[in-house]
């Protein structure tokens, strides 16, 4: 677990990830994460859109079940 605060910035607030976090994430400063609520409200940080591996996942069903449709529409 890593204990971080939370501070003013302008009219913001922001926390500060340390050099282990970003290391444990897998990103530098300047990297774009994202931030996920939980069904029990926490908040979870991913270093990449959570989204894409579901949304990649249901693109590759679709093509397999396609399969043959694909293929001809793309030799026309």
Do not use: C, W
């Not at 939980?38 to 991913?46: E, F, R, T, V």
């Not at 579901?54 to 694909?70: C, F, G, I, N, Q």
Request: charged share 25%; net charge negative; no cysteine.
């Amino acid at each position: 677990m890593f204990k971080t605060k939370i501070r003013k910035v302008g009219n913001s607030a922001a926390i500060t990830i340390s050099a282990d976090m970003l290391a444990v994430l897998g990103v530098n400063e300047g990297d774009t994460v994202y931030v996920t609520r939980s069904d029990d409200n926490s908040l979870k940080i991913h270093a990449h859109d959570p989204a894409v591996p579901d949304a990649l996942s249901k693109a590759e069903v679709v093509m397999d079940e396609s399969h043959t449709m694909l293929q001809e529409l793309s030799l026309r």
